[in-house]
């Protein structure tokens, strides 16, 4: 079985900076993509930011050149490091993985979601 556990989340003012960590622990053969999405209420879950193996990064539109992605693959740990926060990157924001696990079938690669941690940007 494989877990997702992110922390570092809280209440920030605008301008500020938060660090955001993701730990995958369980059953791992490797990991590919790791990823971190938000969302905010009423809004749809957007892409935040991507990281692959080799440590090519994609970031959505409204948090380039805010947000850095980076990745430690001996501490299967994803991080998300924000700053220059705004009141609307307020949300929920979502650890996601891309995992070859192993199970009672032998090797198997599957989508993992972490439980969310909630950013709040706010004076």
């Known amino acids: 079985q494989v877990q997702l556990v992110e922390s570092g989340g809280g209440l920030v003012q605008p301008g500020g900076s938060l660090r955001l960590s993701c730990a995958a622990s369980g059953s791992i053969f490797s990991i590919n993509g790791m990823g971190w999405y938000r969302q905010a209420p009423e809004k749809q879950r957007e892409l935040v930011a991507t990281i692959t193996s080799g440590g090519n990064t994609q970031y959505g539109d409204s948090v380039k050149g805010r947000f850095t992605i980076s990745r430690d693959n001996a501490k299967n740990t994803v991080y998300l490091q924000m700053s220059s926060l705004k009141p609307e990157d307020t949300a929920v924001y979502y650890c996601?993985?891309?995992?070859?696990?192993w199970g009672l079938g032998g090797r198997s690669v599957n989508d993992y979601w972490g439980q969310g941690t909630q950013v709040t940007v706010s004076s």
């Open positions: 996601n993985a891309v995992i070859t696990a």
